[in-house]
């Protein structure tokens, strides 16, 4: 902003330099080691403040706010498993007052320098015709009729009220913030190819290291006696939440496998993603996430040259035997620590019962639903009347149904045929890999409520965002 405002100061070597490293990979690896380190140690204070920090930065005399990207994806990453207000030895900072006095600062700081940057950027790019092809988002439209069916859910209904309309809008602006936000702060020209794969990749190592610090936390690696998967939790979620944006971001390193050298490298990575995938116990996350790797892996043999297929395939092979053997020599520990999933073997958990419910509240009001907030005839483990987040129904679909009613199911499937039009429009590895990791959600999501949850949403509009900047660039618009 200060850039264009005092143009005197482009001239400035340390500006110069500073705006290189924000846009750099390496601020990438900064951010995502900051968010590890705050999810480990219980540092979200001093991380929140340092990505405030990032952001005024950014703000005053970036060129770009790509680095913003980047927090705007992880953030979500940061809570620890010590600090979750829910968490029952209630030492969360989160319950102290003066920590909500920093929240409330930083929020209030964050909201001045993004929202004033979002507004300088938008009056001098419409004034210099300078946006991404286009003078607004292709996706606009869906976004905003999915938006209103998600505020006026419930409806007519003795239900609806301003609770259930913020918490619909609260969903649609995490769905959406990432792809409008970055459309109109962000000059993608300047933006090195494969950038949102190796945004992706490092979060997809993150959420590796997260895993594998939530196990130890539960003792998974040193418990002697019989294991059970609800132990395993996170700050910011449980096991199937972790597995849903482990699933998400599996097919990253197998695009990467195929633009970039070292594809055995990358191959080994999207084999970690789903190992730890299969770590969280959760049955959707390892069935489905091993459905994606497979897709993946069978789109990158059909693109990638003879010589990268045949290491490939040692490699594959050599995982297989590794796991098969590690499997036979360790069946009585692997036994023990995978018991509560395998006594869960294939019920439901309860699942086919709250779709019922979800139909029959549907059919009570077809229209508009019955919103958010109305399914407190169930009750999904244990939940307040007072919680922000309300017990879902672990189905898109039927989750559409119930409180928003068919004008819900309608605009979803109306968002859906317009971001399906851009990823599918004269598909290449980019858009491919990114619809994949798209797809992953919504399929998982049609066992648990991920396109629900708060996290995804960050992650799912940036895919989007980086989806339509590429079909910008196929037109020839860009």
Request: aromatic share 16%; proline share 2%.
């Amino acid at each position: 902003m200060l850039t264009k405002l005092f143009t005197q100061i482009n001239d400035n070597q340390i500006i110069n330099k500073l705006n290189k490293i924000l846009i750099s990979k390496w601020m990438i690896l900064v951010i995502t080691f900051l968010t590890l380190m705050s999810n480990v140690f219980g540092l979200e204070l001093l991380v929140l403040w340092i990505f405030t920090f990032i952001v005024v930065i950014t703000c005053l005399v970036g060129d770009n706010l790509l680095s913003l990207l980047t927090i705007s994806c992880c953030g979500y990453f940061t809570f620890s498993k010590s600090n979750n207000p829910l968490s029952l030895e209630q030492t969360s900072i989160f319950l102290n007052p003066s920590t909500m006095i920093h929240i409330y600062a930083i929020t209030v700081v964050v909201v001045i320098f993004a929202g004033g940057r979002l507004v300088f950027d938008i009056i001098t790019k419409k004034k210099q015709g300078i946006y991404q092809g286009s003078n607004k988002p292709k996706l606009t439209l869906g976004f905003i009729i999915l938006g209103i069916v998600y505020i006026i859910g419930g409806l007519f209904s003795s239900h609806y009220g301003f609770r259930t309309a913020f918490f619909g809008f609260i969903q649609i602006a995490t769905l959406g913030f990432s792809y409008f936000y970055f459309y109109y702060t962000v000059d993608f020209k300047k933006v090195e190819k494969d950038y949102f794969g190796w945004l992706f990749l490092s979060i997809g190592i993150l959420l590796f290291f997260e895993t594998i610090v939530m196990l130890y936390q539960a003792d998974f690696f040193t418990t002697t006696g019989v294991f059970t998967r609800d132990k395993i939790f996170t700050g910011w979620g449980i096991n199937n939440n972790v597995a849903g944006m482990l699933v998400m971001l599996i097919p990253i390193p197998i695009y990467l496998a195929l633009e970039r050298k070292n594809s055995i490298l990358y191959i080994l990575i999207g084999n970690l993603l789903y190992l730890a995938t299969i770590l969280t116990q959760s049955r959707a996350g390892m069935l489905i996430g091993g459905i994606i790797l497979i897709v993946s892996l069978i789109y990158y043999f059909i693109k990638q040259e003879r010589k990268e297929k045949i290491k490939v395939i040692i490699l594959e092979s050599l995982c297989f035997f590794i796991a098969v053997l590690f499997f036979i020599i360790k069946f009585t520990e692997v036994k023990r620590l995978f018991s509560s999933i395998i006594a869960a073997g294939f019920n439901d958990s309860g699942r086919f019962e709250i779709y019922k419910i979800g139909l029959k509240q549907f059919l009570e009001y077809p229209i508009f639903g019955r919103g958010f907030y109305s399914t407190g005839l169930f009750q999904w483990g244990v939940n307040s009347e007072t919680n922000f987040l309300p017990p879902r129904y672990h189905n898109t679909i039927i989750q559409l149904l119930a409180s928003c009613g068919s004008f819900g199911l309608l605009g979803y499937l109306f968002h859906r045929i317009q971001s399906a039009k851009i990823i599918l429009f004269k598909l290449n590895n980019e858009r491919f890999f990114i619809g994949i990791s798209i797809l992953s959600l919504l399929i998982i999501s049609l066992l648990d409520c991920h396109f629900f949850n708060i996290g995804p949403g960050f992650i799912y509009g940036a895919l989007l965002l980086f989806a339509e900047i590429d079909y910008i660039k196929t037109r020839g618009l860009a």
